[in-house]
C-alpha cells in the first residue's frame, strides 16, 4: 500500500539556523510530490512540487526540496530559517496515472527559537 | 484570501443537532475535496467532487452528508455527530479530479466540536 512517512513529529531550530524536513513515500512508480504549510488555525498552503526534471525544486518562501528516487524521499529544506516559519508542514504524494490517489504524511511542527 | 472560504469557522454542536459545513471557490476549479484532520494523523479524504458529481466516498458515516449543487460550492451537512467526530474539517479544490497537477487550494477549515 502506498503510503507517506515524515519521522520527524516536532522539530526546534534557532532562528537563523538551516532546516531539513524528511519525507519518504512507498510507491512503486515516481508519484507527484508536494510541500504543504499550515499555519494555527489556518488551511494548507503549497510550498513547492516535484513532478519530473530537475530534482530540486524551489517553492514560496526560500524553500526548496529534493528528490532523491534511490532514497524515495523528498527532504524540504530552508538556509536560514525565520520566526514566522514556525507552522504545521506536511509532505504529500499524488500517484496514479493521473495522480488522483492523493496521501498526506502526519506532518512535522516546526519550532522556532529566537 | 485563500481562493476557498469556508464558512463557518468554528462550530459546536450537539449530538442530536443538524448543521452544515459550507465551502465556497471561484478559481475556476473544478473538483472539490473535504478533508477530515485530526489530531497526529493524516488528513483523510472524505468526499470528492468532479464537475458537480460525487467521484468519491471514501466509507465515510453516513452522518455525513455532501452536497455540491455546482462546481464553485460545496457543503457538508452533519446530523446525530459522535464526539469523535470533533476535528478540522477542510476543504480543497484543485483543476481537474487530481490535485497532482496543480495541486490542491484549501480553505482554512472549520474547527468542528460535538458535545
Known amino acids: 500500500a502506498q503510503s507517506v512517512t515524515q519521522p520527524d513529529i516536532h522539530i526546534t531550530v534557532s532562528e537563523g539556523a538551516s532546516l531539513e524536513l524528511r519525507c519518504n513515500y512507498s510507491y512503486g512508480a515516481t508519484p507527484y510530490l508536494f510541500w504543504y504549510v499550515q499555519s494555527p488555525g489556518q488551511g494548507l498552503q503549497l510550498l513547492l512540487k516535484?513532478?519530473?526534471?530537475?530534482?530540486l525544486v524551489q517553492g514560496i518562501k526560500g524553500f526548496e526540496a529534493e528528490f532523491k528516487r534511490s532514497q524515495s524521499s523528498f527532504n524540504l529544506r530552508k538556509p536560514s530559517v525565520h520566526w514566522s516559519d514556525a507552522a504545521e508542514y506536511f509532505c504529500?504524494?499524488?500517484?496514479?496515472?493521473?495522480?488522483?490517489?492523493?496521501?498526506f504524511g502526519t506532518g512535522t511542527s516546526l519550532t522556532v527559537i529566537p | 484570501e485563500t481562493g476557498v472560504t469556508q464558512t463557518p469557522r468554528h462550530l459546536v454542536m450537539g449530538m442530536t443537532n443538524k448543521k452544515s459545513l459550507k465551502c465556497e471557490q471561484h478559481l475556476g476549479h473544478n473538483a472539490m475535496y473535504w478533508y477530515k484532520q485530526s489530531a497526529k494523523k493524516p488528513l483523510e479524504l472524505m468526499f470528492v467532487?468532479?464537475?458537480?458529481?460525487?467521484?468519491e466516498n471514501n466509507s465515510v458515516p453516513s452522518r455525513f452528508s455532501p452536497e455540491c449543487p455546482n462546481s464553485s460550492h460545496l457543503f457538508l451537512h452533519l446530523h446525530t455527530l459522535q464526539p469523535e467526530d470533533s476535528a478540522l474539517y477542510l476543504c480543497?479544490?484543485?483543476?481537474?479530479?487530481?490535485?497532482?497537477?496543480?495541486?490542491?487550494?484549501f480553505g482554512s477549515g472549520t474547527r468542528l466540536t460535538v458535545v
Open positions: 504529500a504524494v499524488g500517484v496514479g496515472d493521473t495522480g488522483n490517489q492523493f496521501y
Open positions: 516535484y513532478f519530473s526534471g530537475d530534482t
Open positions: 480543497a479544490s484543485s483543476q481537474g479530479e487530481v490535485g497532482a497537477t496543480s495541486g490542491y487550494t
Open positions: 467532487y468532479n464537475f458537480k458529481e460525487q467521484t
